[in-house]
């Protein structure tokens, strides 16, 4: 069942946007549970509902519930934007079926007409929106470059890759379950999986004042992404064990090579240190205007695991104004960047800390970026292999 949030979805005002046609036919397969709540869905589309009460109901789910009704207002829920109301019209489309052409039609109705036709199709916008948005991925991949296509993945593969990774969550108590879904964008592929927590036990208030327990199982999704020009795999997710399981399972059952996605650095700050404000040059990336270095750490370690961080609005300049003309060498951990593009008034920003781990402010932005990262030297390749510019490693901050 999804994590569904009554408090977006249940306020009175919010419920009277959405067409009461579109309410009653969305909540329709649930009628027998509203009628013993108190609430009667109206059959005529001119029929008025009682929108308090239906607040009320949304907001005090009990054990009688139904998860698949959650599951219903969660999709629409998140999938009831501008945005999101242009991309499923198209998804639908592509699909070869069809909604109501109401241009009264607002974002959350058409939302619910997509539910209503091909809950599939909102699935998959809403997985696709949720690993567009994911910010932090740590990198894995052979130092050389392979430029490789992801294969396709039919039905079969898929649910073998669910079929092994429900395995490893089992055995870890996540129970099973897990969904993946894969939405290519090329030269990046995104993979996002679906799957259960260990199991969690809250103390719950009953309407009648009495205090009980509920057990249940949360809901997280992960996000891998591929790309083709380097043969390089992205993972976002909570643990060790997780990101491992991806790496060995896409790439013994995708790849045909278990180890073909090694935990072999991908970062390196060095051109920060040897090339100074020549490393932000973007004189040969179109599509970005400038880039500043904003903000770096430095590790000294110790028993304390001392850090130091540095900020400026642009730190080569600060530098400059005292004469500096260089940053410190070896304990160099992490580095941010503002960096602006041709075709957007704000700049964004990326954190690189090697070795492995970008943090994107908008993942759109990772194709310009990692032009430059590659051209400035900061992505390593099988040349980069002088031991004093290894990069230090320092404990994870995330």
Known sequence: MASFNPRKFADPDRLRSISPTRLAILLGPWRCYFDRRGLHLPNTADAEIDYSLLSDILMRPDRTTPADMVDALYYVQETASADDMDKLLAAIRSEGLAVDDDPRASPVDVAIDVWCVAPAVVRTHHAEAYAMRQQNFEYFGLQQPIPAAFPDVGDTL????????????????????????????????????????????????????????????????????YDERSGDLGVHAGTKGKRNLYRATLGKHVFGDETRFPAAGRFSLQPLIADGPASLNVDDIDGINRVRLIEYRLYWGGAHHEMETRKADDIFAALAARRITTLPGRNLSNATFKIAFENADKERSVTIRPPGIARYERNDDSELIDQWLRKRGFVLTATDTDDDEAPTTVPDDD
């Open 158 to 225: 898929r649910t073998m890759l669910e079929r092994e990774a429900d395995d490893w969550f089992e055995s870890h108590r996540r129970g099973r379950g897990c969904r993946m879904f894969i939405i290519r964008h090329t030269p990046i592929t995104w993979i996002l999986i679906r799957h259960g927590l260990p199991m969690r036990r809250e103390a719950s208030q009953q309407d009648d004042g009495a205090v009980g327990v509920e057990f249940y199982r949360p809901q997280r999704h992960d996000v891998l992404i």
